[in-house]
DNA sequence: GACAAATTCAAATTTAAATTTAAAAATACG
DNA sequence: CGTATTTTTAAATTTAAATTTGAATTTGTC
């Protein structure tokens, strides 16, 4: 069983070059052939210890879930909801931003996104819902009763998307937009943006449906 | 010359099948073969007609810009900027959620936004830029002369953002999430949401930055 | 150190798609 | 009509990528 060391690091690289290569190209446009040079093995690899470029994609899905969504740290008992939320938005746009080293998962999300291989359905309900009943809470607590759903479905399609909106910009995209190279500053700053105009957004809603 | 009445027909034929295929898959998941039996010729027609599935589809592109792009109407004179934010969260709402006949434009922006192909770069800066300058001075005459150029960036992204929340969103994930079909009522209650929330955020950036 | 199992490798095969070809059919025009 | 041009077709070719293969190598165990 010794022999599992050696193989273990074979195949974990491949795991680790897949979730990077497929984070940047999505599945169809991901070459085995890139992956393996990535990891530096041969391209049987993928297939010997996968099975497929199917599986090999499911599973660094799984990997990259798993390594990477580290839990957001619980809220402090006395938090008040202005500061979960800003919490919160911290914590998307910086997983958003975080297209590096440790940030395949939001890459693999992404893409998942965009061009549905509908290979990770069962394990996105799971990895999304708890989340998202998260927020959802959050905001019915800073929205007011007189809200409906409808209204608290809109402002969790309000706040996610402007913390998404990193994540479909490219590096080129993004300096000709903002001029400036996408620092922890900046990505900060937009952090603090988002919460304000967040809070001011609901809290509107909130005036309007009291009225 | 009269022939060219004749082939005309089977050239725009592949066009039109091919801004609904690629609108619908993307540059590299759209087969030649399915344009083509969408359009009711041989395979070759895309080679002998466009030279090559790449320049089949810049001419695509160009073609649903072209129809698809109705300028919007222009601003009354007297429109406050308010009403002037409004009208276009609800142009770009409608325009984000037309994924029917009228709507491979958007389709295909989405696609080219999720898969770059650059194949389209050149149009697409023409097409994006004059809309983009159009937002940009109606954010500032709302925020005030006190905010940065990083403020109205951020406030472009925030509001570009929340509008294109429907487009990455797909039948399914709809369902799911708002447990209701899209229909125009949704549609315009989403773009009211929208402009409420969005002038509420502005004007509190307005706020803190006076302060 | 020798044998067995696991792993790696380079090369062969398969598969799927785009592209090209050359012959057939349709069309335009004198 | 007859011929030249354009268009369409089915089939062949090319290309790019995934997958499989079987031999060579490495590793673990006795």
Request: charged share 25%; glycine share 6%; with cysteine.
């Amino acid at each position: 069983m010794a022999q599992m060391r050696r193989a273990k690091k074979s195949r974990s690289r491949v795991l680790d070059a897949a979730c990077k290569i497929f984070g940047k190209k999505g599945y169809r446009d991901a070459r085995i052939a890139d992956i393996c040079r990535q990891a530096g093995t041969n391209v049987a690899a993928v297939n010997y210890y996968f099975g497929s470029k199917a599986s090999l994609y499911t599973e660094a899905w799984k990997q990259a879930f798993e390594k990477d969504i580290i839990p957001d740290p619980p809220d402090a008992v006395d938090a008040t909801p202005e500061e979960r939320l800003s919490a919160r938005i911290h914590a998307l746009v910086r997983k958003f931003c975080d297209h590096g080293a440790g940030g395949q998962f939001t890459r693999m999300y992404l893409m998942e996104l965009a061009n549905p291989t509908g290979l990770i359905d069962d394990s996105w309900r799971e990895l999304i819902e708890p989340r998202r009943r998260h927020l959802i809470g959050t905001i019915r607590d800073l929205i007011g009763s007189a809200a409906t759903d409808e209204d608290i479905w809109f402002c969790e399609l309000s706040i996610i998307n402007q913390c998404r909106a990193l994540l479909m910009l490219n590096r080129r995209d993004l300096e000709y937009l903002v001029q400036q190279p996408l620092t922890p500053g900046l990505i900060k700053r937009l952090a603090d943006h988002i919460t304000q105009f967040s809070l001011a957004g609901i809290h509107a809603i909130r005036t309007n449906k009291n009225k």
